[in-house]
T-cell receptor, first 114, second 116 residues
Framework: DQQVKQNSPSLSVQEGRISILNCDYT??????FLWYKKYPAEGPTFLIS?????DKNEDGRFTVFLNKSAKHLSLHIVPSQPGDSAVYFC?????????????FGTGTRLTIIP | GAGVSQSPRYKVAKRGQDVALRCDPI?????LFWYQQALGQGPEFLTY????????KSGLPSDRFFAERPEGSVSTLKIQRTQQEDSAVYLC??????????????FGEGSRLTVL
């Protein structure tokens, strides 16, 4: 049972344009959401997060939007740069569970075309 | 080192062999996690330590998998009698606080296990 879903395995975007990566979840207990970025042969690195009490969090070129009623979140990258080419994982956790146990999606491979 | 260090980076094992994967977390980090990432999938939770205490091992797929962190720093994930379905990248991650739930885990580069 996939509790966190990323339905687009890959996405190609022109450099300078906006990249939008989507993520859906089914577990209504999730209340903290994160995006991780992964380059080949490296471990995932934290990118941005959002608590369920917010609907938007922005950090430079990266913005995460959360729609709790739809159980959907998205990551916007604008403007997209070649260094953004990577696999992006959406992840979720339950606050106050006692640990930062994360449930990950299957990832979306983003390719930025110069 | 500054980051989470894992060894070996690559391991090829014959079916039935035992393997041990090591994780050196960031110094001072209380929480340590092991995840398994199969090809084309996202990381899946295996087990969690808070210092030396293993507080959650609900993700370990079978009793062939065993993890320890005896002194609250270095951790070892041991897989006994490896099977082909154990082939995956094993990721270790650490975080500074216990239950702080920032969710910001620092991952190592992973140990890629291939079972023939």
């Amino acid at each position: 049972d996939q509790q966190v879903k990323q339905n687009s395995p890959s996405l190609s975007v022109q450099e300078g344009r906006i990249s939008i990566l989507n993520c859906d979840y089914t577990n209504s207990m999730f209340d903290y959401f994160l995006w991780y970025k992964k380059y080949p042969a490296e471990g995932p690195t934290f990118l941005i997060s959002i608590s369920s009490i917010k609907d938007k969090n922005e950090d430079g070129r990266f913005t995460v939007f959360l729609n709790k009623s739809a159980k959907h979140l998205s990551l916007h990258i604008v403007p997209s740069q070649p260094g953004d080419s990577a696999v992006y994982f959406c992840a979720a956790s339950v606050a106050n569970f006692g640990n930062e146990k994360l449930t990950f999606g299957t990832g979306t491979r983003l390719t930025i075309i110069p | 080192g500054a980051g989470v260090s894992q060894s070996p980076r690559y391991k090829v094992a014959k079916r039935g062999q035992d393997v041990a994967l090591r994780c050196d977390p960031i110094s001072g980090h209380v929480s340590l996690f092991w995840y398994q990432q199969a090809l084309g999938q996202g990381p899946e939770f295996l087990t969690y330590f808070q210092n030396e205490a293993q507080l959650d091992k609900s993700g370990l797929p079978s009793d062939r998998f065993f993890a320890e962190r005896p002194e609250g720093s270095v951790s070892t994930l041991k897989i006994q009698r490896t099977q082909q379905e154990d082939s995956a990248v094993y990721l270790c991650a650490s975080s500074l606080e216990a239950g702080g739930n920032t969710g910001e885990l620092f991952f190592g580069e992973g140990s890629r296990l291939t079972v023939l």
